[in-house]
């Protein structure tokens, strides 16, 4: 659907204007340092992200969600075509979910700094700045619809990050967090582009012009193209290993995922929101639209692997969790664990499952947001700021709001029936039962043990005798609260009536199963799995195609 109105590329310009205001008209107020010029720098910054609130709700209104399967509010120019480059974005269900969740948190990440920084406004001004130039990257790289654009925002997205991690985060090991977030990124980046690259040389040269087309690097060209006239599969298989270890870095996977905890530990809680929350959804978004339509028959080939690795990173992820010490840390860790479930549902190739990997991204993204959200903000009541949880107990009392919706944020993390992650966990789970029932009988164990470091932690910080010196600890303030009714409201909302979500990441499922159809990809049947004759089908690896295992045969 195209529309009059360029929805998509205001959203991707408007936080750039607003990160401008910021760092300029804020520069000409922090002569002084008094309250005025703080009010300024929050002032603008909020205004910005609100307004880009309403971007959004124009762009849903201009989206016909019963083709949500289609990418729409679409615009392309072209950029450089002597490369084939454009700049074209679009979005279908998925890219417009994942711009909600950033435009989302945005705003309430800008409001949960409001006091970060020691009041310095100049600190303050630049930190503020970094959010809404990261918030333009983040929208474009989900509506982009050009592969080569792609990478130039993926590898962009590393800068204002970098700085956040740095040269505003927390701890004297801040700047090697940085370096080893940005060495991690950049490796992976360097690999991505090899294989970009190598992409561009499989378009033909068209003999009239005596070069490639000008709009070579749209990814519906490529994946139209390379459906009729498939790669060699040596070809394939490499350039979607170079794809798909940026992406498994980016998000992180076992066991390319170190770069995170560090990153977490010592960046500000609204980094860590945006970070975890937005920014790592990039490697799964990557794998569901780059890696499955550009390269089906490899992504068959590579399936068996990848289920081992997103099951390993359940179990890992929450194994850690439980070991950790640090409050940041152990939500770093729970979130390798859910990465894992989103890898494990694309790769199961079924319509449910990959559904409930598209709804696990945005609802993973809320409640990794509170749960850090809310972790900064019971950080900064500490006399010493300690993230250690032995530094706590027995706040249940002191501070009821904040314990009760740190609880909330918890039973989210470990999928509570009730709650949005509920939803979209079950859906992964019962989706890859359809296809490889090993890999989800072992994942469940990953849900009992986000139990065990979800309600540890609650019981370590918040019941038992209060600490010596936090028994008059503030509960939280009417600002805090605005920052976490939304995403506690989103949680219960979708987890009771999930349907708006669902229209938007079904029909996309569909789509990819269909692109997915030439390497002999089918979607399973949806039944009991457990009724007399019931068809069980599991990956057999038969050079690049998948096998469907019956009882009478089998069947290639």
Request: negative net charge.
């Amino acid at each position: 659907m195209t529309t009059s109105v360029p929805w998509l590329s205001l959203l991707v310009a408007w936080p750039l204007v607003g990160a401008a205001a910021v760092w300029l008209t804020a520069a000409a107020r922090t002569r002084g340092v008094g309250a005025g010029a703080l009010r300024t720098v929050r002032g603008i910054a909020l205004g910005a992200a609100l307004v880009e609130l309403g971007l959004l709700v124009g762009a849903f209104t201009a989206f016909d969600t019963s083709a949500a399967g289609t990418h729409q509010l679409a615009e392309t120019y072209p950029w450089i075509p002597q490369i084939g480059a454009s700049y074209a974005v679009g979005a279908d269900g998925v890219a417009l979910a994942l711009v909600a969740l950033s435009v989302l948190l945005v705003p309430l990440v800008v409001l949960a700094a409001w006091k970060e920084q020691d009041g310095d406004v100049r600190r303050l001004r630049h930190y503020l700045a970094l959010v809404l130039l990261l918030e333009a990257f983040m929208v474009a790289v989900f509506v982009a619809r050009d592969v080569f654009l792609f990478y130039v925002l993926f590898e962009a997205m590393l800068i204002p990050v970098y700085f956040m991690i740095g040269g505003f985060g927390v701890g004297a090991r801040r700047r090697y967090a940085a370096v080893k977030f940005l060495m991690f990124s950049l490796a992976g980046g360097l690999i991505m582009l090899a294989a970009v690259i190598a992409l561009y040389v499989q378009v033909p040269i068209d003999p009239a012009t005596g070069a490639r087309p000008e709009d070579a690097f749209l990814t519906s060209n490529l994946v139209g193209y390379f459906a009729e006239n498939p790669m060699p599969v040596t070809t394939e298989r490499l350039l979607f290993l170079g794809f798909f270890l940026a992406f498994a870095i980016k998000a992180p996977l076992f066991p390319v995922h170190t770069w995170l905890p560090d990153a977490a530990q010592h960046a500000p809680a609204g980094t860590s929101t945006l970070l975890v929350g937005v920014l790592d959804k990039v490697g799964t978004f990557g794998m569901l639209t780059l890696c499955l339509p550009l390269f089906p028959h490899a992504s068959a080939w590579a399936a068996p692997v990848v289920i081992v690795l997103a099951v390993v990173s359940i179990l890992y992820g929450a194994l850690m969790a439980i070991g950790q010490s640090d409050l940041m840390r152990l939500i770093a860790y729970t979130s390798v664990s859910h990465f894992g479930f989103i890898v494990l549902g694309i790769f199961a190739f079924t319509s449910l499952s990959v559904s409930g990997s598209s709804l696990y991204m945005v609802n993973h993204g809320i409640s990794t947001g509170a749960l850090f959200l809310l972790a900064g903000f019971l950080i900064a009541r500490h006399p010493e700021r300690s993230q250690r949880i032995a530094d706590y107990g027995g706040l249940q009392k002191v501070v009821p709001v904040l314990a009760g919706t740190f609880l909330v944020a918890g039973l989210s993390a470990l999928s509570l029936p009730g709650l949005s992650t509920f939803v979209s966990e079950i859906m992964v789970l019962v989706g890859t039962f359809a296809r490889s029932p090993w890999a989800a009988l072992v994942a469940v164990l990953g849900v009992v043990l986000a139990a065990l470091y979800v309600l540890l932690t609650y019981q370590r910080i918040f019941t038992g005798g209060t600490r010596e010196g936090l028994d008059q600890l503030p509960d939280l303030g009417a600002r805090e609260k605005w920052v976490v009714a939304p995403l506690i409201t989103v949680l219960l909302v979708l987890g009771f009536y999930p349907a708006p979500a669902l229209d938007l990441v079904r029909e996309p499922a569909e789509v990819t199963l269909s692109d997915l159809a030439v390497a002999g990809v089918e979607d399973p049947p949806r039944s009991d799995p457990f009724a007399e004759g019931t068809e069980l089908v599991a990956f057999e690896s038969q050079g690049s195609s998948l096998t469907r295992s019956t009882d009478e045969g089998s069947e290639s």
